[in-house]
């Protein structure tokens, strides 16, 4: 069974870091674009980077210069280093193989998440 599944999340103060990981089991995960999303209460799941098969990158404006997605094949997994935190960036993260970075569809469905909580 293919499956990804997503740690690494906490509670952390404002400019503090966090980095998630994102583990494939079942499928090669680097010969997908994998992308990292978040969803805080009350709003819209959105994208937050993506890193493409071909390992080019792209961030959502809100956390460029920030975060920082990368990947280690031989662990079959995805890291999102999450620097310089805010209050804002509270949220559940979830990540998702897709077609193509910027997608709004994904492959499979959605995991359970790692919550972050960035608190004053």
């Known amino acids: 069974q293919s499956q990804l599944v997503e740690s690494g999340g906490g509670l952390v103060q404002p400019g503090g870091s966090l980095r998630l990981s994102c583990t494939a089991s079942g499928f090669t995960l680097g010969t997908y674009n994998i992308g990292w999303f978040r969803q805080a209460p009350g709003k819209e799941r959105e994208g937050v980077s993506c890193?493409?098969?071909?390992?080019?990158?792209t961030y959502a404006a809100s956390v460029e210069g920030r975060f920082t997605i990368s990947k280690d094949n031989a662990k079959n997994t995805v890291y999102l280093q999450m620097n310089s935190l805010r209050v804002e960036d509270t949220a559940a993260y979830y990540c998702?193989?897709?077609?193509?970075?910027?997608?709004?569809?994904?492959?499979?469905?959605w995991g359970q998440g790692t919550q972050v909580t960035v608190f004053s």
């Open positions: 890193i493409r098969s071909s390992g080019t990158t």
């Open positions: 998702a193989a897709q077609p193509r970075c910027g997608a709004t569809i994904i492959f499979g469905s």
